[in-house]
C-alpha cells in the first residue's frame, strides 16, 4: 500500500539572470531577463508505509525542493503528489495533520521562551488531546530525555539539544509520517546518537514512515533500508543500500599481516592492491569468493599473523554515483 | 588612478541596489516638506506675518530644515551601534587611528553623496511645488554656510556621544528615538521656538538644540540683525566647546570601559 | 462550526499569552519604550499648542478640538502597533522561512501569523494617547452618552482595521519583491501627516486621494469632524463613526485576499 506516491513531478524556477559589470547592472535597471531553472525534473517513487527512505543528494540536486512539494509549502510545475490519497496542495490542512517535519537549518520553536510553551502551542493547534499528549512526552522524555531541557529558554539551547526539541515538537501529534530535513547537520556523536535512536524507536514501534535528507553516511547507514539518489534534479537510484553496493562496489577488502615480507604471495580470485612490508591487501568480489574461502586459500600458501576486513566505503560509492 | 575608479564604479552599483532606499527616503522628506507647508498656509489664514515672521519666511524655513535634515544624517551612530554587536569594539578602540576621526571622514565624503542624491531633488520638489526658498541676502546667505558648518560638528557630536551611551545602556532602541524626538523638536527645526512661550524659550537656550537648526535657519530667512547673528554665533562656537568637551569625556570613559569588559 | 471557534480561540488565546510572556522576558525594552514613545507624543501636542496660542484656530479647528483629533489618532496607532506590529517585518519573516512554519500547521497561515505577535509595548503609544484625547475631550465638553461611546469603539475598530490594512498591503508586496525593503518609514510619514491634523488643510486632490483611493481621512478627520459638528465634504451628519467601521472591514478584507494571493505566488515561486 504506497503511502506516498509521486508521479512526474517537475518545479522549475524563474531565475533573474544578471551580468556582471557596470553595464550589467544598468541593464537591469531597464529589463529582466529571467532563465527558467528546471530545480525537479520528473522524478517519481512511491513509499510504502513503515519503510524509512534516505533521500540523497549532491547540494543543490533537489532534495530540499521536493520535500518542501511534498509538505505543501510548494506547488509544483506539474506532476502530482498523493499523500494517504490526498494532494498536499490542494488539501493542505489535512494532509499537514498527518505530517512531521522538521527542516535542519530552520527551527520552529519559539526563541525567547521555554521549549514547553512551544509544546502547548502545538497540543492546541494540533487539537491532542491531554492523555496523549502527557503519553507523547512521556516517550520523549525517555528517549530523547526532553524533561531535561523543557524549561528551558530555547535560545539557550545548544543545537544538538534545540534538535531535540524540534525532533519531539514534530512529533507532538503521532504523525504516521515523518520528513527529516538533515536533522543531525552539525551535531556531536552523542547528539547524532540519541536522535537515531530515536528514528529507530519510532519506526519499529509507530510504525512510522521516515523520509530522511542528509549528508551524513552515518545516518544511512544507521537507519535507512533504500536509498534514492537524486542529482540535477533527477532521480538516479532508488533501491535498498545493499542492492547499491553489489552492483556499484561489489566488493571487499581483505588486509592480511604475514610473518615475514612476501611479495608473490596472489589468488586467482583476488586482486593485490596493496603491499607494503609484511602486510598485503587483496581486493575481491562478493560474488566470486567468501572471506573465509580466501582467507583459507591464502593461509594454506603462508602461515597468516593477522587479518581484517574492510567493507566497500560507502562514500566512495555515493561519490561515483552523484559522478553518473 | 585604476583603483579610484573601480571604487566609484562600485559605489555606482551598491548605489543601484540601493535606490528603493533612497528614493523611499526622498519620498518621505518631500512628504514631510509639502506637509508642513500646508500647514503653515493653513494656520496662517489671512495673517501676513506672526511675530515677526511672514508666511513666505516660514515656508522657506521648513523647506531650509528638510534640506538641513538631509545633510545632517551622521552614519557615525550605526558604526558604534555595529561593532558593538559584532563585538569588534576593542579592537576600533585601539587602533592608533583616531576612531572617531574615521568616522567623521566617512561622514562628512557622504555629505556630497547627500547633496547630489536627497537634497537636490528635494529643493527642485519644493521650488516646483511649494517655493523658491530665496535666502534673505548674499550676505546672510555667506553667514548661513558659516553657522551651519557649526551645527553640523554640533550634531555629529552629539550624536557620537548618544551612540557612545550604546555602551553603558542595554536597550538602544528607545535611546535613539529619544534622541532623534529631543533633537527635532528642541531644535526648532519643525516648529521655530520662538512660538514656544517666554519661559520655556530662556530654558532652551541653555540647551545646545537650538543652534543647530534654528540658529543658522534663521540667518537664512534674515530674522536676526547684524549684531544678534554675532552674539548667537559666538555662543553656537562655546556650545561646540562644550559638547567637544563631553564628547571627550564620555569617550574616555567608554574606552576605559572597553578595557576593563573587553567589548 | 462552535467546535471550529473554538479551536481558534484557544490558539489565539494561548498564542496571545506567549506574545506577552515574550514581552516580559524583556523587561528593559518595555521600561526603554515607556520612556521614549510618550515623549514623542507629548512634545507633538505641545507644539501644536504653541502655535495655536499664537494663531488661534488652524483651519477653524480649535486646540481642543485639534487635541481631540490628535488623541484619537494616536489611541488607534497604538492600537495598530499591538495588533499589526507583525506586518510590519513581512519581508523578513518570509525570507527566514516563517511563513513555512506556518504552513506546514493545520490551521490557516494568516490567522496563525496575525496573533503571533501581540506587542504589548504598544500599550507605551496608547496610554498618552488616551491622556491627550481626554484631555481634547474635557475641553470640547464631549458628553459621555451611551451613543457616544460606541460611535468611540466603531472608530477605534475601524481606524485600527485600516491602519492594519495599510501596513498589511505593503507587507504582502514581500511576496512579489522577495526583499526585506519595506514601505515602514514611507507609512508612518503618511500616517503622521495625514491623521494627526485635519485633511481640510491640504488641497482637494490630496484630500480626494486619502478619502477615496486610500481611506486614511476616516481614521481621524472624518469621524472627528462630525463629533464636533464641522463640516466636511460628505456633509455627514454622525454617521462617520459607523461608515469608519465599515470602510475599515472592507479594506481589510480586500487586503487579506491580496495576502492570499501573495501566499500562492510564494507557494509557487519559494525563495
Redo the contacts between chains.
Keep these: 500500500m504506497a503511502l506516498i506516491e509521486v508521479n512526474h513531478l517537475v518545479k522549475n ?2 531565475v533573474a539572470e544578471k551580468e556582471k559589470g557596470l553595464t550589467g547592472a544598468l541593464k537591469s535597471v531597464v529589463s529582466r531577463k529571467t532563465k527558467i531553472v528546471k530545480a525537479v525534473n520528473d522524478i517519481s517513487f512511491t513509499i510504502r508505509e513503515g519503510e524509512v527512505v534516505a533521500y540523497i543528494g549532491p547540494n543543490g540536486a533537489g532534495k530540499s ?1 521536493t520535500v ?1 512539494m511534498l ?5 509544483p510545475t506539474s506532476g502530482n503528489i498523493l499523500i494517504d490519497g490526498l494532494s498536499p ?1 490542494k488539501n ?3 494532509v ?2 498527518n ?1 512531521g ?1 522538521v ?1 535542519g537549518q ?1 527551527s ?1 520553536l ?1 526563541w ?2 521555554r521549549l514547553g ?1 512551544t509544546f ?3 497540543k ?4 491532542i488531546d491531554n492523555a496523549k499528549y502527557r503519553q507523547n512526552l512521556e516517550t520523549m522524555n525517555e528517549i530523547l530525555e526532553i524533561d531535561t531541557i523543557i524549561n528551558t ?1 530555547v535560545r539557550q539551547l545548544s543545537l544538538g539539544q534545540r534538535m531535540r526539541g524540534d525532533l519531539a515538537a514534530a512529533m507532538l501529534h503521532s504523525p504516521p509520517i515523518l520528513f527529516l530535513d538533515e536533522p543531525t547537520i552539525g551535531l556531536d556523536v552523542e547528539a547524532k546518537y540519541s536522535i537515531r535512536k530515536f528514528i529507530k524507536e519510532v519506526n519499529s514501534s509507530k510504525k512510522t514512515t521516515i523520509i530522511l535528507t542528509t549528508h551524513d553516511l552515518g545516518d544511512i547507514q544507521e537507519l535507512c533500508s533504500r536509498l534514492i539518489i537524486i542529482n540535477k534534479g533527477v532521480i538516479i537510484e532508488d533501491g535498498s543500500l545493499n542492492d547499491l553496493i553489489d552492483r556499484i562496489a561489489p566488493y571487499r577488502q581483505l588486509i592480511v599481516d604475514f610473518y615475514k615480507e612476501h611479495s608473490d604471495i596472489t589468488h586467482p580470485l583476488a586482486e593485490v592492491v596493496e603491499k607494503e612490508g609484511a602486510r598485503i591487501v587483496f581486493r575481491f568480489e562478493k560474488a566470486n569468493i567468501t572471506a573465509s574461502r580466501l582467507i583459507e586459500d591464502i593461509s594454506k600458501k603462508m602461515r597468516i599473523k593477522d587479518v581484517s576486513l574492510n567493507e566497500a566505503k560507502i562514500e566512495d560509492i555515493i561519490r561515483a554515483v552523484y559522478k553518473k | 588612478m585604476k583603483p579610484y575608479l573601480y571604487i566609484a564604479k562600485t559605489k555606482v552599483l551598491s548605489a543601484l541596489a540601493y535606490r ?2 533612497v528614493i ?2 526622498i ?2 522628506q518631500c ?2 516638506v509639502i ?1 508642513t507647508s ?2 503653515w ?5 489671512d ?1 501676513q506675518s ?2 515677526g515672521v511672514t508666511r513666505e519666511q516660514m515656508l522657506t524655513y521648513t523647506i531650509m530644515s528638510a534640506l538641513l535634515a538631509c545633510i545632517f544624517t551622521a552614519n557615525v551612530e550605526n558604526r558604534v551601534i555595529q561593532s558593538v554587536r559584532k563585538g569588534n569594539v576593542a579592537l576600533d578602540m585601539l587602533k592608533p587611528v583616531n576612531v572617531f576621526g574615521i568616522y567623521l571622514a566617512e561622514d562628512l565624503g557622504a555629505i556630497a553623496i547627500a547633496l547630489c542624491q536627497n537634497a537636490l531633488p528635494l529643493l527642485l520638489i519644493s521650488c516646483v511645488l511649494i517655493q523658491v526658498p530665496t535666502p534673505s541676502s548674499v550676505v546672510n546667505f555667506l553667514l548661513f554656510l558659516f553657522s551651519v558648518s557649526v551645527s553640523y560638528l554640533i550634531n555629529w557630536l552629539i550624536t557620537a556621544c548618544f551612540s557612545m551611551l550604546a555602551f553603558f545602556v ?2 538602544i ?3 535613539h ?2 534622541k532623534n ?2 533633537i527635532r ?1 528642541l531644535s526648532g527645526s ?2 521655530p521656538l520662538w ?3 517666554e519661559s520655556l524659550q530662556r530654558v532652551l537656550s541653555f540647551l545646545p538644540f537650538v543652534y543647530i537648526y534654528q540658529l543658522p535657519l534663521s540667518i537664512y530667512i534674515g530674522k536676526l540683525g547684524f549684531s544678534e547673528i554675532l552674539t548667537q554665533t559666538g555662543l553656537q562656537m562655546v556650545w561646540l566647546l562644550i559638547v567637544y568637551g563631553v564628547f571627550t569625556l564620555i569617550r574616555k570613559k567608554a574606552f576605559s570601559n572597553v578595557l576593563i569588559q573587553g567589548g | 462550526m462552535i467546535s471550529s471557534l473554538k ?1 481558534h480561540f ?2 489565539a488565546a ?2 496571545i499569552k ?1 506574545s506577552i ?2 514581552t516580559l ?2 523587561p ?2 518595555l521600561i ?2 515607556l ?3 510618550p ?2 507624543f507629548v ?2 501636542i505641545a ?1 501644536i499648542k ?6 488661534g484656530t ?2 477653524g479647528w480649535t486646540f481642543g478640538e485639534l487635541a481631540f483629533l490628535y488623541g484619537l489618532a494616536v489611541i488607534s496607532h497604538g492600537l495598530s502597533v499591538i495588533f499589526f506590529v507583525q506586518t510590519w517585518f513581512m519581508g523578513s519573516a518570509m525570507l ?2 516563517e511563513f ?2 506556518l ?5 490557516n497561515v494568516l490567522f496563525q501569523f496575525f496573533f503571533r505577535f501581540f506587542y504589548l509595548i504598544g500599550i507605551t503609544d496608547l496610554i498618552p494617547g488616551i491622556v491627550i484625547f481626554i484631555y481634547g475631550c474635557s475641553q470640547i465638553h464631549l458628553v459621555w452618552s451611551f451613543i457616544n461611546i460606541l460611535m468611540l469603539i466603531s472608530v477605534l475598530i475601524g481606524a485600527t482595521l485600516i491602519r492594519g490594512a495599510v501596513f498589511l498591503f505593503t507587507g504582502s508586496l514581500a511576496f512579489w519583491t522577495k ?1 526585506r ?1 519595506s ?1 515602514l ?2 507609512n508612518f ?2 500616517f503622521d ?2 491623521t494627526k ?1 485635519p485633511l ?4 482637494r486632490v490630496i484630500q480626494m486621494i486619502f478619502t477615496f483611493l486610500i481611506p486614511l481621512g476616516f481614521i481621524g478627520f472624518y469621524p472627528a469632524s462630525d463629533f464636533l459638528d464641522k463640516g466636511n465634504i460628505f456633509n455627514s451628519s454622525g454617521t462617520m463613526p459607523w461608515v469608519t467601521l465599515v470602510v475599515g472591514f472592507f479594506v481589510f478584507w480586500i487586503v487579506t485576499r491580496i495576502f492570499r494571493r501573495g501566499l ?1 505566488k510564494y ?4 525563495t
Aim: glycine share 6%; proline share 4%.
Design positions: 524556477f524563474k525542493t518542501k509538505s505543501g509549502i510548494l506547488t496542495q493542505r490542512k489535512q499537514v495533520k505530517l517535519v527542516f530552520r520552529q519559539n525567547d521562551l510553551e502547548e502551542l502545538l492546541r493547534i494540533y487539537q529558554p | 528603493f532606499d523611499s527616503s519620498a518621505i512628504i514631510v506637509a500646508y500647514f498656509v493653513a494656520v496662517y489664514g495673517r506672526a511675530l542595554i536597550s532602541g528607545p535611546l528615538q529619544t524626538v529631543l523638536i519643525i516648529i512660538f514656544f512661550p | 479551536h484557544l490558539v494561548h498564542l506567549m510572556q515574550r522576558e524583556y528593559v525594552e526603554g519604550w520612556f521614549a514613545n515623549l514623542q512634545l507633538g507644539t504653541f502655535v495655536i496660542a499664537e494663531f488652524l483651519n527566514e522561512g513555512d512554519i504552513m506546514l500547521r493545520p490551521m526583499s525593503n514601505f518609514f514611507l510619514a503618511i501627516q495625514t491634523y481640510s488643510i491640504y488641497p500562492r507557494e509557487s515561486a519559494g
